[in-house]
T-cell receptor
Framework: EDQVTQSPEALRLQEGESSSLNCSYT??????LFWYRQDPGKGPEFLFTLYSAGEEKEKERLKATLTKKESFLHITAPKPEDSATYLC????????????FGEGTQLTVNP | DGGITQSPKYLFRKEGQNVTLSCEQNLNHDAMYWYRQDPGQGLRLIYY???????QKGDIAEGYSVSREKKESFPLTVTSAQKNPTAFYLC?????????????FGPGTRLTVL
């Protein structure tokens, strides 16, 4: 059974205080790993897809990295508007297009 | 603008009633999905469809039903057999079989059982 675990469950940062969110996975045949941002009461917004170990992608203050066992979402000098829940999901070759999600990390950035 | 629409935004149901949640997309995507999200939790897959007139059960299909008669539409019915239906329901769509795998989400429907 595919498993995705995100840590920490919640993270509180001061504005400008960089940190990382972790997504560890146990799957058979990873096809892709996805990061989403979700604001309260809204649908998730796509951020990144990573396909192979060593791959990195960046967008503004966010950088996602991937190893064979986990992915990190690095947040550099966060701002209050970065406050949201960050979701990680995996897609495996045997399951077609379906995704398996972790439970998310709720990030709060204080001014 | 291309996107995914879900209606209604809020839905209230009495116990014993069936209700249908609407999901429409104009992205020309082949695949569509329904997820359920409970407070403080991630998304769990209810049903998905990769082509018209075909769909598969996800991890928590019991008490739900779907249809896929048109490429653009994938309605979800929450039946009276679903014991705890109060949740936030999200619809998503994606290209199927191409190089782009990411799913794009609608704004969600919050269902409350009275």
């Amino acid at each position: 059974e595919d498993q995705v675990t995100q840590s920490p469950e919640a993270l509180r940062l001061q504005e400008g205080e960089s940190s990382s969110l972790n997504c560890s996975y146990t799957v058979s045949g990873l096809r892709g790993l996805f990061w989403y941002r979700q604001d309260p009461g809204k649908g998730p917004e796509f951020l990144f897809t990573l396909y192979s170990a060593g791959e990195e992608k960046e967008k503004e203050r966010l950088k996602a990295t991937l190893t064979k066992k986990e992915s990190f979402l690095h947040i550099t000098a966060p701002k209050p508007e970065d406050s949201a829940t960050y979701l990680c999901a995996v897609q495996v070759w045997a399951s077609g297009s379906r995704l398996t999600f972790g439970e998310g990390t709720q990030l709060t950035v204080n001014p | 603008d291309g996107g995914i629409t879900q209606s209604p935004k809020y839905l209230f149901r009495k116990e014993g009633q069936n209700v249908t949640l609407s999901c429409e997309q104009n992205l020309n995507h082949d695949a569509m999905y329904w997820y359920r999200q409970d407070p403080g939790q991630g998304l769990r897959l209810i049903y998905y469809s990769q082509i018209v007139n075909d769909f598969q059960k996800g991890d928590i299909a019991e008490g739900y039903s779907v249809s896929r008669e048109k490429k653009e539409s994938f309605p979800l019915t929450v039946t009276s057999a679903q014991k705890n239906p109060t949740a936030f329901y999200l619809c998503a769509s994606s290209i199927f079989g191409g190089d782009i795998d990411e799913q794009f989400f609608g704004p969600g429907t919050r269902l409350t059982v009275l």
